[in-house]
């Protein structure tokens, strides 16, 4: 009882905090895309000259796999702009729908060398990189897009708050025994945040590959 009650107080949090950022980033206009998260002001001194320089919330390092066994790490990504998410190919639920959507962000940028996509399973003990690889298969996905296994509990720390403003538990409570939310998350070539979309509404998807282009053409 406790655990349950644990897991549905932390899913109502986490989707408070989402709808607070879908609904801020998709009243951003034509403004310059906001670094989302906690910042951190620092100052230093060099010969007696105090600077101040701000420190952004940035994705924590991590190595996963992916579906054709390669390792994925921060510094194979450095300098790409990338969407990330959280899935399960068993998911009875959202994840199809949120599968369809990121085909179309796919489709849209597989020509596109400067971005790629990151869709985490968090279930890894079942989606070894060749159920991954049979599940991208089936999707169509074009090459830029990489399904990756890792830890549990790695996969879902990166999850929350300290990286994607996304979450995913592990909840017999849940359809699948796995909770995680439905939302893309755009991260640039910095490893900062950029935007956070709902991976089921078309209408959000259609925003991400927006900003996705307004950051390449920045570039």
Known sequence: MLLKTNNLLLGCICSALLMCLIGCRQSQGNKELPILGEKEIVTTSKNGVSHRDTIYHHIPQFRFVDQDSNWISNADLKGKIYLADFFFTRCPTICPIMSKNMLEV???????????????????????????????????????????????????????????????????????????????????????????????????VKVAIQDIQRLLDKR
């Open 106 to 204: 796919a489709k849209h940028f597989q020509h596109e060398p400067r971005f790629t996509i990151l869709s985490h399973t968090i279930d890894p003990d079942h989606d070894t990189p060749s159920v991954l690889k049979t599940y991208a298969q089936k999707l169509g996905a074009p090459d830029l897009w990489k399904f990756v296994n890792g830890p549990k509990a790695t996969v879902y720390d990166i999850a929350g708050a300290a990286g994607y403003f996304s979450f995913a538990v592990e909840s017999p409570d849940a359809p699948g025994d796995f909770d995680h939310s439905g939302v893309f998350t755009l991260i640039d070539e910095k490893g900062h945040v950029r935007g956070v979309y709902s991976g089921i509404e078309m209408d959000s």
